[in-house]
């Protein structure tokens, strides 16, 4: 209700602070009986670390894992599974100059208005260091979900797309710079524009394209649970996200619908894909694709003119050590949404029919 | 959990099949003490009724609201407020020639994948007709958010697109016309251009923008139920939409943060609103807008190849009568669910501080 | 929320007043492919329903249950299941005098203290009639169920006790009297005893028990979802219940720890029950068993001294149709608030491990 | 859904085994401004602590509770409150004897047949342990209701009953003794018969009765979720809970409806209080009061024959250091568990009317 819990089934509640003691999760609702995989674990919580490259933020957090229940001798008890991430590099005191001033198109403002008080250190609970719980359940949900794979990458960096259909993208490409944009070449362009970006201490926005393959039929609930509707609202629940489209997308309403319909073949697969493999909200066993959009980061290192929060005029400067662009680290962060969406429904999906 | 419910404390249950004898909903946590304009609602109705221009479908429902409980002298009492509206125009033989096929991009393939079993009149549970009673709980939402003012309007059809800045808008023009775009001469070839697209049987899609102004600050629950993600699921729910996007958007995504942020005025305000009158996932006061996409309706009348259940080839030909393009009566649809959006977290903000 | 759904998975949301058009619900989660038994359900309402015999009210409600959506050629698709029972035998003008009055126990005082408004008639939503929609979605839940059985009988009136333990009772013995205690000469003292009672104006209360047979191991989520928590919440919520104990109950506390264990048998079953075949808070497989306590019915045909919304001392006279003890009719439902638990565990316990 | 939280606002999610590195919880829904009495919490925390005195267990666990977030400079900001109790005295080894045997009575056979696996060490998540977090949050949630007054004790230990009605007792007396019995002479023959079962390497059940003074009229959500129905759920959701009733409770089922009905004082406080401060699950302003049934503890320090996982016959015998009667240590348990249900309820009902 409050706003920290996300799923049905396997849920998952976060909590903490950029800059409190630690940041943590508890898992309710994961089956008993899956062995976990910690190295797979931790692989995407170095893909999400800060300070991975050179065009990301240098701060440096161990972001080790401490699993503290519902896991005994590496399989899970079906118990709730409680997890902590020790925040071991908060300087505080880089915030000092930012207690009583509210930075433009931050959430200083509103978590102010809202609750009368905020934890202002770092942005405190409204800080993107809160993704970090989402990737340790989102790896979880992964190993549930078995031979279904999650893959996302960058499609955009500001005004440079890569501009390829989601079928024509090398998987592989994708880890192999540090934007995590599977065309060398674009990716190139890319991590030269953001270092320049950085430079002039600005920021820039960008897109991530998410690719699901070997899904299930069956999974969704709707009217209103449909399963583009959830994986909407998980990708829009992540930091500085502004908006959302699966399948055709915003181009798809440009179409006609003689042109838009997806023919089936014999086996129920279908000739073309325009649905993002979701019909009526449900899960028609072809590749689901979406793509996300991730507004520049609000923290500049520019000197902004802003307000206090009585009202008066005041100088908003960042300071402490920021993203140019969050997309390459966004990009396991829409994996690890994606990958609790589906479990979640891969889990109702068993009580759908005797 | 089954998807037939939407909201936390302003919460709507909705159940009924296009061809069944009945659809209705259950609205369970509505404060006592609100006085119900009927009026309103049935105007609301109206507005999304089919048969109610030339461009959309010519069917003939009465889609008179009766209410069961909930609201006694014209009072709501904070007891459950069910309601009821009857099939009175089902034509299920419309739809016998379509028992065992399956449209392409209609959710008949997915429904008998997960349920092994579907009431195939009319689309049953996936038919838009299940939309009526998200209007009517949505109509009842607008009364209790008392000022704030939720206005939708097509801002596209197909590559038509309208092309101004929502503060450019007059909104008294939205209703002049049938189409729902507030430009005259714009509207007038959007008309033309779906009667045109009826004629060869064929579906378009398009666009509808939403404004809400007079938002009061403090609305959402951060960090997973941000009122923007909210929204989004909520506009993703509604059949036919493929994509969402709130503020700057996607075309956001381009510009650097030095130009996307919002500076404060003295009184909160901001100078510009990139942030879509949200920012950290919690309303900062400012008009929010968003917009929703709708693919081309999939039901064309046009001889498509397809598959029947056993996997044989066969012949779906639209009957029946159905709308040639969704964003007209979609207005009114993208309206009620913002309202049911914003009464839940309006009603939820009151516990956010002591 | 708001208080007017049960279940997690299986979930029934109901609405109505006494004195409404009509009073229905929804249930929403059921799976697709159940066979409904129509007259099953037929059946649990008659034994519900007022008129049914000389010791229980004479209101003439047909309790006629219309089904509206979810079951299409008598099979669920699992889509949700709109039902309405319409009040037929509404006098409100029995209500009037008793508009601004509150009767002493009733909950006319607590809902205008909470909600600043009430619908007087006949009790509106706080009345028994609400009921009847448990037992329809239970009688839905009995046959999801399958072999599980559900037997719940009367075992006191009053002072009276039926003083068996529960495997010692013939449960066909159950139906062939109007108290439903089974045992045929208690059965008739308990007849004439609340024939009296009736006489004099005045009510009395007493006790249901419940046994549930063949049913599954596993049920039950701890930690705070208990079975026999969940089971005595559901008990607790039904009209004019003070207590719920199951098991060894109240009179377990006297015992020792020596005593009160259950050895296992080499297949797993005990050899006592004291545990009432729950453990842990999840079914062992052995048979359920509990006790439900009911006050005395608060509205007597006796005139007593009271206030009225304003603080003045006024009168209360019972009038209308009332039972003189619940117990008899109480039975059902209680058997149906049971099935409705049982039926949520059952289908959450197939997500309990992989 | 998987049993590991409570509430609906003011919702707690708890984790951890016996004898895992940590138990632990987040508190999701506290509204943001309040201050914290750390010194009140601890308090709480050493009454329900083990090692008290000589009639309880005598593990040795510190139970320091370290909190993680939520909470800034002494005050509630609105966000989760997360927290965590070390597990310092874990001697794992003295389990190992009972890794494969079904202690009788205990929830070793329920879980592995639910989950296919269990952590054995101290019952793991089914030990009372688990029980430390719902005091930390309960301790939270009567700071939250203010002036209203939660007060347990011990009401009977084994066939000693106190037999005072809730007005007779002197508060006061409560914490003078070990037993938490408010009469010194009964509190003392308890404590030497607790001893003497201790001797015998026996256990004994009890029961606790809970008094909630100062509550505001209004709390409670009918039809599912009334008062009473909650307090039931909490209270039997904690180990060894049998039974519960309130107000008159089981006795009430004798009386008549006469004798029973509570009359009104010209203020709308009542005469009589056989409603336990409830009518039609709403709080009415009256004293609240319930009595719950603990069991005599399962581990007694006695050979019992049983089984092991495969079915061979085995010697279950318990060691460790355990409680000889949990109803001294249950008292804090459940008051807490009491201010968790008045705390969702109390800002639910802010909601109730406009």
């Not at 701060?59 to 503290?68: G, I």
């Amino acid at each position: 209700m409050a706003g920290n819990s996300f799923g049905n089934i396997f849920k998952l509640t976060t909590f903490g602070e950029s800059h409190g003691p630690a940041i943590g999760g508890v898992i309710d609702g994961c089956p008993a009986g899956l062995s976990i995989n910690f190295e797979a674990i931790n692989a995407e919580m170095k893909r999400r670390m800060p300070g991975q490259s050179a065009i990301v933020t240098q701060r440096k957090e161990a972001d080790e894992v401490k699993f503290l229940s519902g896991i005994f001798e590496g399989i899970t008890t079906g118990m709730p599974i409680g997890f902590l991430i020790e925040n071991t590099d908060q300087k505080s005191k880089d915030y000092a100059h930012i207690k009583n001033i509210y930075r433009p198109s931050h959430a200083d403002y509103t978590f102010d208005q809202k609750y009368g008080i905020r934890d202002y250190r770092g942005g405190g609970r409204s800080s993107a260091r809160e993704t970090a719980c989402r990737v340790v359940a989102g790896a979880i949900a992964k190993q549930l979900l078995g031979n279904l794979k999650i893959t996302a990458y960058v499609s955009s960096v500001g005004k440079m797309e890569l501009g390829k259909h989601y079928s024509e993208i090398d998987f592989s490409e994708i880890e192999k710079n540090p934007v995590r944009c599977p065309d060398a070449a674009m990716a190139s362009e890319m991590e030269d524009f953001i270092k320049d970006i950085r430079k002039k201490g600005d920021t820039v926005g960008g897109t991530v394209t998410c690719v699901i393959q070997n899904v299930p039929k069956g999974l969704g609930e709707p009217v209103f649970d449909k399963l583009h509707a959830e994986l909407g609202k998980a990708m829009l629940s992540i930091n500085a996200v502004k908006g959302f489209e699966y399948g055709s997308g915003f181009e798809g309403t440009k179409m006609k619908g003689s042109e838009h319909n997806d023919s089936f073949n014999i086996d129920g697969s279908t000739k073309t894909n325009h649905s993002g493999g979701i019909q009526g909200g449900i899960s028609n066993g072809e590749t689901i694709y979406f793509k996300v959009a991730f507004k520049p980061v609000a923290t500049i290192m520019q000197k902004q003119e802003t307000i206090d929060s009585k009202g008066n005029p005041a100088i908003a400067e960042g300071k402490g050590r920021h993203d140019p662009c969050v997309v390459p680290r966004a990009v396991p962060i829409v994996e690890a949404m994606a990958a609790l969406v589906l479990a979640d429904f891969w889990l109702l999906n068993k009580l759908s029919k005797l």
